[in-house]
């Protein structure tokens, strides 16, 4: 079997483009599909993927593992983020052909299946730094955390904390504390609430949100920092009661290494879409298992993305749960032939060989590539804040 080309698929979905990988080759019928949506960067995505498709092309697409070291290590410069996702695209559709050519699920391909059931979280955004002062807007986040909990949901994520200066008053703390207050009071201490802090706060200032937010007890405390710096991270993880969680914008297990090593987190959160596919992504999460750390993968991205952390979190026993996004487009499900099935908030292992889901071209082609609108933040000093 050969690999006679790649090629991208890019949906537009508003808030981010999706990035659909298709891998084709010379048996009839089967080819592969990978999602490497990257956020303000799908041009640069796309021409990665056209840049690494000329390594693979005739390549035995089975060879996975061999594929990727071709993929990491035959380019001088090794890759950042776009590179990263792009190989994470690939990796994910050479894992759909190889599962297909089984007539398996991915998960029977990758370890076999060790839990019987996932349990999903919804993501409610949220988190502008005015909203909560107006009584509708909070009465509408109530609303919303209200719906999942109807859709069967025990574990939601919230954006609670606004955007915030280096060092802030009162006024941001209360701020949290009210948006945290109003979801914990509409769902009841049954179900979990994560915090996201988005790394737009400083480690002073996300400890001083994790105190103020400690009685309402948040499941995790998400990227309360910028990640590059990592003995921050552990200075806020030390710091509060909270469990830390972090990683999305980390790539390779060797940027997840001094993570682990310095305990700097509770819950590793690597992106399948960037980390480097299912074949980094179960490395990772077997490097953080040694250190009795769980894995939680972040997924804000297209359906295909949900799908191939389903099959991973059904064959990775320090897996936790997973994210899903749910709110973006109403048309999100239109693009695949068979949507996940989330049951009062949990999953069941997937019967289809490969990933389990295939692209509708056809639905796909009517959103096509559209710039993401910004998402730029000043402070009110005219500084560059980080979103």
Avoid at 23 to 36: K, R
Avoid at 129 to 153: C, T
Avoid at 342 to 363: H, K, Q
Wanted: proline share 6%.
């Amino acid at each position: 079997m050969k690999i006679t080309g790649i090629s991208t698929i890019v949906v537009n979905a508003k808030m981010r483009n999706w990035v659909f990988v298709k891998v084709e080759t010379d048996q009839p019928g089967l080819i592969g599909w990978g999602e490497a949506s990257l956020e303000w960067k799908t041009r640069a995505v796309v021409g990665a993927v056209q840049d690494i498709a000329e390594l693979l092309v005739g390549e035995d697409p089975r060879r996975i593992e061999h594929l990727w070291q071709i993929m990491y290590r035959q380019q001088f410069f090794k890759g950042g983020v776009v590179t990263m996702s792009a190989i994470s695209g690939i990796d994910q559709a050479l894992h759909d052909i190889k599962a297909k050519d089984y007539g398996v699920p991915l998960y029977e391909l990758i370890g076999g299946h060790v839990r019987d059931t996932i349990r999903m979280y919804d993501h409610l955004g949220g988190g502008t730094s005015e909203a909560v002062y107006n009584a509708a807007s909070r009465e509408s986040f109530a609303e919303k955390a209200q719906q999942s909990v109807n859709d069967g949901f025990t574990a939601l994520k919230i954006l609670a904390v606004p955007r915030t200066e280096p060092l802030d008053g009162a006024k941001a703390l209360h701020h949290a504390v009210e948006l945290m207050g109003v979801v914990r009071d509409t769902v009841g201490d049954d179900v979990d609430i994560m915090v996201d802090l988005h790394g737009r706060t400083t480690p002073a200032m996300a400890i001083q949100y994790a105190q103020a937010l400690a009685p309402l007890r948040p499941w995790f405390f998400e990227e309360p920092c910028q990640p590059e710096n990592v003995d921050a991270m552990v200075e806020v993880a030390r710091a509060i009661t909270i469990p830390v969680a972090t990683g999305e914008r980390l790539v390779t297990r060797w940027q997840f290494r001094e993570i682990l090593e310095k305990r700097a987190c509770a819950v590793i959160q690597p992106d399948v879409c960037h980390c480097g596919g299912v074949s980094e992504i179960k490395k990772i999460a077997a490097m953080a298992e040694t250190y009795y750390i769980s894995m939680a993968p972040h997924n804000p991205l297209g359906p295909l993305a949900t799908m191939v952390n389903i099959q991973v979190g059904f064959s990775t026993p320090n897996f936790l749960i997973q994210e899903v996004m749910r709110s973006d487009v109403p048309w999100r499900n239109d693009v695949v032939d068979d949507p996940l099935d989330i049951r009062n908030g949990y999953v069941y292992p997937p019967t289809r060989p490969g990933i389990g889901i295939e692209i509708d071209e056809v639905e796909a082609a009517k959103h096509p590539y559209l710039p993401e609108d910004e998402a730029r933040y000043f402070h009110p000093d005219g500084s560059v804040a980080d979103w």
